[in-house]
Nanobody
């Protein structure tokens, strides 16, 4: 089993930055790809970013490319989502996810999820 706990969300103004963290415990963290998703009220869950287990490769959704970056610190069992130039449309609950076999953009393929952290961006 893997437990994921997100933190770092909050209420910010448009143009501000936030860094989300996802702390993992349980089975080996460093051998798993990690991903961030988000879900806004009334909308479907949306892929945001993923990072390989080594951290050498990342993939960022077009909707946030150039503003968001994903990174990880395997020594701390933590993955990060740095969010810059935030916009009101970034308002959502942000979730981290992992899976022993999958590292893509389809949320349903991930077996382990955190509880989410709320990000609210005011205009």
């Amino acid at each position: 089993q893997v437990q994921l706990v997100e933190s770092g969300g909050g209420l910010v103004q448009a143009g501000d930055s936030l860094r989300l963290s996802c702390a993992a415990s349980g089975r080996t963290f460093s051998r798993r790809a990690m991903a961030w998703f988000r879900q806004a009220p009334g909308k479907e869950r949306e892929f945001v970013a993923t990072i390989t287990w080594s951290g050498s490769r990342t993939y960022i959704a077009d909707s946030v490319k150039g503003r968001f970056t994903i990174s990880r610190d395997n020594a701390k069992n933590t993955v990060y989502l740095q969010m810059n130039s935030l916009k009101p449309e970034d308002t959502a609950v942000y979730y981290c996810a992992t899976d022993p076999l999958y590292s893509g953009t389809v949320g349903d393929e991930y077996h382990y999820w955190g509880q989410g952290t709320q990000v609210t961006v005011s205009s």
